[in-house]
């Protein structure tokens, strides 16, 4: 089993979750921000435990069990609703105790799971429209709740889920063009759901001058961050854009801006190696699972994976508009890499099973 | 089982693989990304990190002080607070604008101007919502600092005018400079925002009343506070201006003025230094030392009697009889009163088919030139005029400097009038006609002089032809102005010719002339009395049948030992003799006050009319925005 293990995969997201806990380090000490180092060695911890339990299961309970996990992810999803936190605009955080938590980020692993599962059994090489409908079923209902949250964010990458699923379960192009005339249609009422400062994000990207009080400033500062960084970085806590505070959220959504300053275009051509690297290898797991199934669920996270990855890191190099997802493994926030360290070990699970039959 | 998961593989490889170059594109896009942004355009991005964390804060010097002959402070800084706000720190836009229009009394209509006005200022420039904030508005502010911090108050010095509204005109009031001034690079080395002279001797004299400004730099956090300092050059205060005005005579001056509309100066004939100038109506400079509201503005610039004005300067009149003085000088330098002839005043004299008059009715009789000069007999001067003919009298009184700028160092001097045939033909396109020569003799028709070229001209008799240039400035910095030459033009004159004309003058106010009200006993008081007809309309302004006419007085002390000349011009005022004189006799009463030596308990008080103004103290003369 130790022959079978990815110790690759498993480096690299630890090399970047050091990174992203350097970072936090280096711009958050001596500030009112200082507790979030020390949570992020908690929380990579426990996601390095959790990683290590899921390897024990055999990855089909979870399978098997899906529908008991898929509905107890829509009640906790549900509780959110009545009894939850509000943290900005969301309403999306739930107390356990002594910390809050974020289901939406675990649902959707079930929601992977749950459509993995349903796509793999059908055991056909397309799907017709009815199955497309009842994947979507599935996808929606949580995303609804989500929705509901006020959670726009984490809503939308559901959606690179459903299609990237749907697309390996075999989708046929007249399906392909008849959802995408649903998804037009249903775009102008996702305008309305989007409130003002969303929409002026948006307007930003394109024109991120024309506004430089307001939306544009953030981008303006983090491009200002990462050029700054130059050839080889300002070193250790010598950033002055994130540790004067000119960058916003340094330590979450544009922590990459922070590696970017202080570890130059080295560090940052480094981080985006690691996550190449982590992409080639799940790739390699589904192409190697044992079974449809297997290679649905890797599929499923890698797409989670690269949506973020790729969402974050053009929004932070100004490519793209702000919006509020973090940067898997690296920025600081509990629920998001102790998901992904979840997931990661679904995918290790699916990696050492590839011959077990 | 086995094969049909074959075959599945074999369907998702193909699937699969045809993700591999779109992601690996969008890999390559964002490492050329990070290229562009930190090898291509590191060096430009390393400065604005720079220019982000490093903030020069200018510490605008304090303009110079100005002070009065005898040292005493008319102008001097006063520390005052705006309200700032950084729109980059603000939360809530509505809860601001709430919070400063019930709190700090500025109205929402207001903020959104100053917002708009400040819509294209750069990052971190705070808007300016309330000039000369008070302790009541700061200790607001302060309370609610947690919730505002967007709104701060920066410290600035504001001019403060001792006096109010005394020597307005000549010390002039302050501005930010306009966008149209720094576009004409009016004002050398004037940033947008600066302060800057917009009259008098601030606008005259601004380059070296501006100090040099200093600078602090200073390492600063997002939110602005700083956390390191870098360098400091401190701001050095501008030049102090020391001024020929003497404050006690200014003082008589506007009192005198108060209620009238009119000019009084004051200057020492021997070498133009001005003791007094005063314009009436006037207005208060301090009104423009914090953001002046548009009615303000509008109420001065368009009041009918033009309080921004300065008249000693800036405006001109028919001299009346004053000009006499001009003609008798023309008359003697030019051979046409050899022999002390006389001429008999009948009460009027009739030239080219019209009547004349005088203003005695009945005539002075048979009269020589110390008596025309001293009872104003126009008749004399209708003859000498006729005699000498235009030109001769205008090449005369060119060189009494009438019809030229003074040179007086104040801005915006009016030139005045002083015809020929060759003017009246490139002013108005038409002949010289021969009557209108004998209405220049007594200083009629198109004859417009300021107040001041006349109290140059009547200096110029008392000192015998020294035709000396006005000017405010004694002394820069305490360093006895001795860089600054004033010139002095030598008039070709006789010496026995001044004299008559002095004698003329002299028997005006001590012998029963018309200058009789400006006499003091103890002083050798020369004098001459002007009444200048107002015909129909001034200025397009409507007048009337009943207007007065305009009262003049022009004089100096002492007859053969010059120390004061006095010129006083109130517009329709009356005839000269009445309105006028009398206050040219407060002055030279007032100047003789001062002469005398000081009581022996040596109480300052006692020879200044008011003490002197302590900074911050109480103000004899209450300045209305303090």
Request: aromatic share 10%.
């Amino acid at each position: 089993m130790l022959f079978n293990f990815d110790w690759l995969l498993l480096l690299s997201i630890v090399l970047l979750s050091i990174a992203g806990i350097t970072a936090i380090w280096s711009t958050t000490e001596g500030t009112s921000l200082n507790t979030y180092f020390g949570k992020q060695v908690v929380y990579l911890c426990l996601g390095l435990l959790i990683f290590l339990a899921l390897l024990y299961f055999d990855y089909h309970i979870f399978s098997d069990f899906i529908v008991f996990i898929y509905l107890a992810g829509l009640i906790v999803l549900g509780l959110v609703l009545v009894i939850g936190e509000s943290s900005y605009s969301n309403k999306s955080w739930i107390n356990v105790g002594i910390f809050s938590f974020q289901p939406s980020e675990l649902v959707k692993i079930a929601v992977i799971i749950a459509l993995a599962k349903y796509y793999s059994e059908l055991d056909m090489d397309y799907v017709g429209f009815r199955e497309l409908l009842m994947g979507g079923l599935i996808v929606f209902i949580p995303v609804l709740l989500v929705i509901l949250q006020g959670d726009l964010g984490t809503a939308v990458t559901f959606l690179p889920i459903y299609a990237a699923l749907s697309f390996l379960a075999g989708i046929k192009k007249k399906h392909i063009i008849a959802l995408l005339i649903i998804f037009i249609a249903a775009a102008p009422i996702g305008w309305f759901l989007l409130r003002g400062y969303q929409k002026s994000r948006i307007e930003t990207v394109f024109n991120p001058s024309s506004d430089p009080h307001r939306s544009g400033y953030q981008t303006i500062q983090s491009e200002i961050a990462i050029g700054s960084g130059k050839f080889l970085g300002k070193g250790f806590k010598r950033g002055s854009q994130g540790n004067l505070g000119f960058l916003p959220a340094r330590h979450t959504d544009f922590v990459f801006a922070v590696l970017a300053e202080e570890k130059g275009f080295v560090g940052g051509f480094a981080v985006l190696s690691l996550f190449l690297l982590v992409s080639y290898r799940l790739y390699r797991i589904a192409l190697e699972a044992k079974e449809k199934n297997g290679s649905m669920i890797v599929v499923g996270v890698l797409t989670l994976f690269l949506f973020h990855v790729i969402i974050n890191l053009g929004m932070v190099v100004g490519l793209l508009p702000i919006a509020g997802i973090p940067l898997p493994f690296v920025s600081a926030g509990g629920s998001s890499l102790v998901s992904y360290y979840a997931a990661m070990g679904l995918c290790m699970n699916i990696w050492i099973r590839r011959y077990v039959n | 089982m086995v094969l049909q998961q074959e075959a599945n593989k074999q369907l998702i490889h193909q699937r699969l693989s045809l993700f591999r170059f779109p992601v690996l594109f969008v890999f390559l896009i964002l490492a050329a990304r990070l290229w562009q942004l930190q090898i291509i355009h590191g060096s430009e991005y390393a400065l604005k990190a720079e220019r982000n964390r490093v903030r020069r804060i200018e510490l605008v010097a304090p303009r110079g002080e100005i002070l009065d002959r005898n040292r005493k402070l008319l102008v001097e800084n006063r520390t005052s607070s705006d309200v700032l706000l950084y729109r980059e720190w603000m939360k809530d836009k509505n809860a601001a604008v709430q919070f400063l229009e019930q709190k700090l009394e500025v109205s929402a209509e207001d903020i959104e101007k100053r917002f708009h006005r400040g819509k294209s200022a750069g990052l971190y420039y705070p808007i300016v919502i309330k000039e000369d904030a008070g302790m009541r508005d700061i200790s607001v502010i302060e309370a609610y600092r947690g919730e505002f911090p967007e709104i701060q108050i920066s410290l600035k010095f504001r001019r403060r005018y001792c006096y109010g509204n005394l020597a307005a005109h000549v010390l002039g009031y302050v501005g930010e400079i306009t966008e149209a001034e720094i576009e004409a690079n009016r004002f050398p080395g004037a940033k947008p925002g600066s302060v800057v002279g917009q009259s008098g001797v601030e606008r005259s004299y601004n380059q070296l009343l501006t100090g040099r400004d200093g600078e602090r730099q200073v390492f600063v956090d997002s939110r602005g506070r700083e956390v390191g300092l870098i360098g400091e050059t401190d701001p050095l205060i501008g030049s102090e201006l020391q001024l020929t005005l003497d404050l006690d005579l200014q003082l008589i001056a506007e009192r005198a003025l108060a209620e009238k509309v009119g000019a009084i100066v004051a200057m020492d004939p021997r070498n133009g230094e001005i003791l007094a100038m005063a314009s009436s109506p006037s207005f208060d400079p301090n009104a423009f030392s914090s953001r002046i509201s548009e009615e303000a503005w509008r109420s001065l610039t368009q009041h009918p009697d033009h309080p921004m004005q300065n008249r000693a300067i800036q405006n001109s009149y028919s001299p009346g009889s004053i000009f006499k003085l001009i003609m008798a000088v023309a008359g003697l330098e030019e051979g046409m009163l050899d022999g002390d002839p006389s001429v008999n005043c009948r009460g009027y004299a009739v030239y080219y088919g019209r009547i004349y008059r005088c203003a005695s009715k009945t005539g002075h009789g048979p009269i020589k030139l110390e008596q025309a000069i001293a009872k104003s007999c126009n008749v004399f001067f209708y003859e000498l005029g006729k005699k000498l003919g235009i030109s001769r009298i205008a090449r005369h009184a060119q060189a009494f400097g009438l019809g030229q700028p003074t040179g007086i160092d104040l801005p915006g001097e009016r030139q005045g009038i002083m015809p020929s045939p060759e003017w009246k033909m490139k002013a108005r396109g038409s002949a010289w006609y021969a009557g209108e020569t004998i209405s220049v003799s007594i200083g009629q028709g198109a004859v417009n002089t300021t107040p001041l070229q006349i109290l140059r001209a009547v200096s110029a008799i008392a000192t015998g032809g020294n035709l000396v240039t006005p000017h405010v400035l004694l002394a820069v910095d305490k360093n006895d102005g001795g860089s600054v030459e004033w010139p002095v033009k030598k008039i070709p004159i006789a010496e026995r010719n001044v004299h008559k004309i002095r004698e003329g003058m002299w028997q005006s106010v001590n012998n029963w002339g018309t200058g009789h009200n400006a006499a003091v006993p103890g002083l050798d008081i020369c004098g001459k009395t002007g009444t200048a007809q107002v015909i129909g309309s001034d200025k397009g302004r409507d007048l009337g049948e009943e207007a007065e006419d305009h009262s003049w007085f022009a004089g100096y002390a002492n007859k053969d030992d010059p120390e004061i000349a006095v010129v006083v011009f109130i517009e329709h005022g009356g005839k000269g003799g009445v309105a006028s004189a009398p206050i040219a006799k407060e002055l030279f009463s007032a100047y003789l006050e001062k002469q005398k030596p000081k009581s022996i308990t040596g109480d300052e008080s006692r020879t200044s009319m008011f003490k002197e103004s302590t900074r911050g103290g109480p103000l004899p003369f209450q300045a209305k925005n303090d």
